[in-house]
Every structure is written in C-alpha cells, then in structure tokens.
C-alpha cells in the first residue's frame, strides 16, 4: 500500500506541476498575443494556474508523507515479528546477537521487546547486565522466586516484574 500511494502521490505532484507550468504558460501566451493583451490579465491567469495545480501538488505531497510513515510503521513490525520468531524459536538469545541480526541497536531492541509485552505478545525475562532475552510460558513464570537467580521480585511496571537481586525483568 505504501509504495501505492508514494506512486501516486508523485504522479499527483507531477500532474500538479503540468497544470501550474501549462496554465500559466498559456494564460501569459494568450494575454500577451492578443491585440488588446494586458499585464492585469496575464497576472489573473497565473494565479488561477496556481490555485489549479496546487491541489494536485498538496495533496501529492500528503500521500508521500503517509507513505514515509507507512513505511517506518511496516519495518517497525517486521522487526518485532523478527525478535519473537528468534526468541520462540531459541528460548534464550544473546541481545548482541539480536542487535546483529536485526542490524539494529540496544535501544530500538528494548523498546520493541517493551511494545511486543505491551501488546501481550511476548511473556519471559531479560537479564540487561548479561544481555539474555529468555522466552517462558506464563505459567512457569507465576510464583515469588527469578527464574534467573531466585531472587524476590517486585512489580516494575505494566507486565514487568523486576528481580531486586539480579535486575532481571520479568515479561508477563
């Protein structure tokens, strides 16, 4: 869809552009080859040519802004589809392996894994001092001890608990 509307969006501006350059152009013929041409005509001719051909233009435009987004929005998606399928299929992953695979960075990592638990996607836990990404069940994860160290765990935010010895946190 996004390469759809890019498409069309430069052959929006481009039409645009055709309209502006070939009203204007015919309008300053027409005023300045006639017998009783003015200067007030030609100038009225070129502003209708603008606002004719600036529809096409604007709107042009907006589709190539929303296929910018459509785009940023797709990779996005994919990226996160990529992290599940290398964390299910795994169990356990290296985050700087992640962070290569993906051609990535930590940061774009981490925010992903926190959108992917948001959505209710991923449950598990992280250790970010070791960089592991571990994916569990719900149901081996409920109970009082990190799966990590058995340490006490303590509710960190929305789906995160966060071990108090070890720093792990727990996706839910």
Do not use: H
């Not at 081996?140 to 792990?168: R, S, T």
């Amino acid at each position: 869809m996004a390469k759809n509307s890019r498409l069309i969006g430069m052959i929006l501006i481009g039409v645009g552009l055709v309209l502006l350059l070939g009203c204007s152009a015919f309008s300053l013929m027409s005023s300045f080859t006639s017998t009783s041409g003015n200067l007030g005509g030609a100038v009225l001719g070129v502003v209708v040519s603008i606002f004719v051909g600036i529809v096409p233009i604007a709107f042009g435009v907006y589709l190539l802004t929303q296929s910018r987004a459509e785009a940023s929005e797709q990779a996005d998606m994919a990226r996160q589809r990529k992290i599940l399928d290398i964390v299910k299929t795994r169990g356990q992953v290296d985050i700087r392996d992640m962070v290569f695979d993906l051609k990535s960075n930590t940061e774009e990592i981490r925010d992903d894994i926190y959108k992917l638990v948001g959505m209710g996607l991923f449950t598990g836990y992280v250790n970010w001092d070791k960089g592991v990404l571990y994916s569990k069940d719900a149901s081996q994860l409920k109970g009082n001890k990190c799966p990590n160290c058995g340490g006490e765990q303590e509710f960190a935010g929305k789906g995160v608990i966060q071990c108090k010895n070890c720093g792990a946190e727990i996706f839910l």
